[in-house]
């Protein structure tokens, strides 16, 4: 039977991966839903706006738009198919960006109610990396520091003998 970690690993992989899939689909088409790409147009312009270094080295907000939407979904692909190690660089992506977006949120000046699903996600993100890159021989220093105890034990009773 699989382990707690591993389950929770593996629901968290494939949940985080289609949400990104489905949030760089939304940033890259409007054929999921009209209405949210052109929020995200929007949204992404008043990034660019709010940046102007960004337009200075030629990044537009179509192009910012484009970068993050092929970000989420590559890393989305990975996390959700992928398996091994390539799922943590995708999930340190994947953080990365939820980081920049939170930082453009927070530039512009937008609610909490704007930006919490970032929050949320980026929380979700960090407790999948850290349970990932748990060490899977913590059961066995468990045991071995048993093994000492016992060993100290039966040291001190061939001393007192």
């Known amino acids: 039977m699989a382990s707690p970690r591993t ?4 629901a968290l992989s494939i949940a985080l ?3 990104f899939v489905f949030m760089g689909t939304i940033k890259l088409t409007p054929r ?4 949210a790409y052109s929020e995200m147009k929007r949204a992404y312009k008043s990034y660019a706006k709010a940046l102007p270094g960004l337009k200075k080295i030629g990044i537009s907000s179509v192009l ?8 989420e ?19 340190f992506l994947l953080l990365l960006v ?10 512009v000046g937008d609610p909490l109610k704007r ?21 899977d021989d913590r059961p066995e220093r468990e045991d071995s520091r048993e093994e000492q105890h016992v060993n100290d034990q039966e040291k001190n009773k061939v001393k007192q003998s």
Request: with cysteine; glycine share 8%; charged share 15%.
């Open 7 to 10: 389950i929770t690993i593996v």
């Open 73 to 91: 979904v590559g890393c989305g692909v990975v996390l959700t198919l992928v398996p091994g190690r390539p799922k943590d660089v995708a999930n």
């Open 64 to 71: 910012l738009r484009k970068v993050i939407g092929s970000l």
């Open 17 to 19: 991966g289609l949400f």
């Open 115 to 135: 930006y919490a699903h970032a929050l949320v996600f980026g929380i979700l993100l960090t407790c999948r990396l850290l349970i990932a890159r748990q060490s």
């Open 98 to 107: 939820m980081l920049a977006v939170l930082f453009f949120h927070q530039l």
């Open 32 to 35: 999921l839903s009209k209405d």
